[in-house]
């Protein structure tokens, strides 16, 4: 047991110690990195390491920019920074010593001894000092700070998220009174077709959903919100392209129209046929018979008594063909008929498929056309207020660095602020936030319009370090740094780590004169 016991222990330390290892490397501020590993394994504190070596290092604290997704996150990682600058300012020299030994991985002298206990002070004195935020509030910051390149009204409030239902409430109620109030406008057909589709409890549900669809819904809603110079026909025309785009999906004939549909699946049978197979069919087996006086009810009855027989003789109960048309006997001797009947089962499946994904065609984008007009209202509402939600304050400040005219100026007003963009819990960072942070540190890396100086710094990239099977889901969104990190000689792979690595942390810095000089010779 003693010899199980001591080698446990002695595999534990060599698995601390290449994980410290590897967090030590991942906390270098030279080094852009990627940090994937699995809950509780050390990712915050690679991050809390990171800012404490770059407040060692000299930088200003208002140069590092900490993003995390929720205030609680970002309330501790702060406090983890605070208390650890707290502990320097009492701690004995050797303890002292030891500790940023650890950190850094090298003896420090007597300077950085020194600066390590003025650090908690200069931290909590300089204006704007250090920050941990959440995108939001970042976001939040930002906008306030360029309202007018930005678009938003200068001082505008923040809705929360029960504020947000609240409104969007309003916004369901007004746009189905309208509908209501005018059946035969294009809003009335909307919502008479999708209610046909929806039940009470859940039509809120796709509605708001539906109006999640962003992207979508602001192309369907621009023409009236903002561009006055385009008239409804273009609104009329992005709601064409939303069907023609359906129809393409669910492939269904640019032309396939559902009162064209319905005849035609009541005629798959002539009634002659049909009088022949219900006769046939009546002489039969049990499973015949039942069949038969299902077809009876469509002779001379009317288009949907008709589908609804044909329905039930060709398909099963749910909705797949069915094989016994008739049985092996009746097939030998009534050929013809059997043939008759496996064509126009054929037919009717294929005209059923049709219209049931026409139906879904329908039922979308007259959703769609609801969603827009509870967008508009919304977005009127919110206006009304000078008020931004959430998901606001995250597109305007992606389109803002997005819109040429006002990118550069507002990257260069930052361009002072910032030099570390570390991000925790990056798994929970959208596409869109992401667009936020890659605008932010493209710059790092030299893009157009940076001096010569920079030229080769745009290949420095995120090294990842961590295992490998980080999630898709997990990556930032691909960019030029996390390109970039594939063919960086300095990412590094973890062996220590499970594969399983959630949730994730990157860090990407500005890279310093000699990390250019070292990573331009090692980079092709
Ligand atoms: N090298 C280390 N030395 C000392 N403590 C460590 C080290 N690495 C991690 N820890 C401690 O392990 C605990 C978990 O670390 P941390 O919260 O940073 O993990 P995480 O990967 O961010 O977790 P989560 O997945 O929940 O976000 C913390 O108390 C942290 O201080
Ligand atoms: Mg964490």
Redo the contacts with the bound molecule.
């Keep these: 047991m003693g010899t199980l016991a001591s080698f446990v222990a002695a595999d534990m330390d060599r698995v601390v110690a290449a994980?410290?290892g590897l967090?030590r490397q991942a906390a270098d501020p030279m080094a852009s990195a990627w940090v994937a590993?699995?809950?509780?394994?050390?990712?915050?504190?690679?991050l809390?390491q990171r800012v404490l070596r770059l407040l060692l290092a000299g930088t200003p604290p208002s140069r590092i920019l900490c993003l995390t997704y929720t205030k609680a996150a970002a309330a501790e990682m702060s406090t983890?920074v605070f208390d650890h600058l707290a502990g320097w300012v009492g701690l004995s020299s050797d303890k002292l010593d030891a500790d940023l030994t650890r950190m850094t991985g090298t003896t420090p002298d007597a300077r950085t001894v020194a600066l390590a206990r003025t650090l908690f002070t200069a931290a909590i004195e300089t204006p704007g000092g250090f920050q941990v935020q959440t995108i939001h509030a970042f976001a939040e910051r930002l906008l306030q700070r360029f309202p007018l390149e930005a678009g938003v009204p200068p001082g505008f409030t923040i809705l929360d998220e029960a504020k947000t239902n609240a409104l969007r409430r309003d916004a369901i109620d007004a746009t189905l009174r309208i509908a209501t109030s005018d059946r035969d406008t294009p809003l009335g057909q909307a919502l008479l077709t999708a209610v046909r589709y929806a039940a009470d409890d859940t039509f809120d549900t796709l509605l708001i959903q539906a109006c999640g669809n962003r992207e979508l819904i602001a192309q369907l809603v621009v023409p009236r919100r903002q561009d006055s110079d385009r008239s409804d026909s273009d609104c009329h025309e992005a709601f064409a392209d939303l069907e023609a785009t359906l129809r393409g999906m669910f492939t269904v004939a640019p032309d396939a129209d559902v009162s064209a549909l319905r005849p035609a699946m009541a005629d798959v049978f002539d009634d002659e046929t049909l009088r022949q197979l219900v006769g046939v069919l009546a002489e039969g087996s049990v499973t015949e018979v039942k069949a038969a006086s299902i077809l009876r009810t469509a002779l001379g009855a009317g288009q949907s008594t008709r589908i609804a027989a044909f329905r039930g003789y060709f398909l099963t109960g749910k909705s797949t063909a069915r094989d016994d048309l008739m049985t092996k006997g009746t097939a030998v001797a009534y050929e013809r008929l059997a043939a008759t009947a496996t064509r126009a089962q054929a037919e009717f499946i294929r005209l059923h498929e049709t219209a049931r994904a026409l139906d879904m065609v329908n039922a979308t984008v007259a959703l769609y056309r609801l969603a827009a007009h509870v967008h508009s209202r919304f977005i009127a509402l919110k206006s009304n207020r000078a008020a931004l939600d959430f998901d606001d304050l995250i597109e305007r400040t992606s389109a803002l660095f997005q819109s040429h005219d006002s990118a550069s100026w507002v990257l260069y007003k930052l361009d002072g602020g910032i030099d570390h963009v570390l991000v925790?819990?990056a798994q929970d960072t959208s596409p869109a936030q992401w667009r936020i942070v890659g605008a932010i540190v493209q710059e790092f890396f030299g893009d157009a319009g940076a001096g010569p100086e920079r030229a080769g710094v745009g290949r420095i990239g995120v090294g990842r370090i961590g295992a490998d099977a980080a999630t898709s889901a997990a990556r930032p969104s691909p960019g030029r740094y996390s390109q970039s990190a594939m063919r960086s000689s300095r990412s590094t792979a973890s062996k220590a780590l499970p594969p399983r690595c959630?949730?994730p942390?990157a860090a990407i810095s500005r890279p310093s004169h000699a990390a250019r000089d070292a990573l331009g010779t090692l980079l092709p």
């Design positions: 994980t410290t967090q590993a699995n809950a509780g394994t050390g990712k915050t504190h690679v809390t983890r925790d819990e959630l949730p942390t």
